[in-house]
Each structure stands twice: as structure tokens, then as C-alpha cells.
């Protein structure tokens, strides 16, 4: 098995340790290996798209004005 160092906060730090109990690189793993799963996903189900990252990034800024403006509405 390969190993991976990891930096991390020092105050996250300060809490893992008050949890020795708990095998931390087995939580680290799994996040990680779920991760993988959305990203292999995603590839899957994005790898005959013709859209270029600029047409997403459209795309995802079309999708967040038309959020704002239903919170606005349900605001009033």
C-alpha cells in the first residue's frame, strides 16, 4: 500500500488528537475513495459532452443567477 502525507491545520490537529481511539488514516481513506467515486461518475457520465469548460462555466452562472432570483422571490 502506498503512503500519502497529508498537512493539515494545526487546530483540526489539536481535535484529532483528543480522539486517538479513532484510526484516523481509515477515515482519510474512505473520504478519499468515495471522492474518487463521484469524480469517476462525473467522468462517466461527462466523457461525449461537447461542452467546453467555458460553455459550463455559462452554463453554471445561468444556473446561479436563476437561484438568487427564486430566494429573492421567496424573501418578499
Known amino acids: ?25 481509515e477515515i482519510a481513506r474512505k473520504a478519499i475513495a468515495e471522492y474518487i467515486e463521484k469524480l469517476e461518475l462525473m467522468d462517466e457520465l461527462t466523457k461525449e459532452s461537447k461542452l467546453t469548460k467555458e460553455d459550463v462555466k455559462e452554463i453554471s452562472k445561468e444556473i446561479k443567477k436563476s437561484i438568487a432570483k427564486r430566494h429573492r422571490t421567496l424573501l418578499k
Open 1 to 25: 500500500m502506498a503512503n500519502m502525507t497529508l498537512s493539515i491545520p494545526e487546530e483540526l490537529h489539536k481535535k484529532i488528537r483528543k480522539h486517538s481511539e479513532i484510526r484516523w488514516s
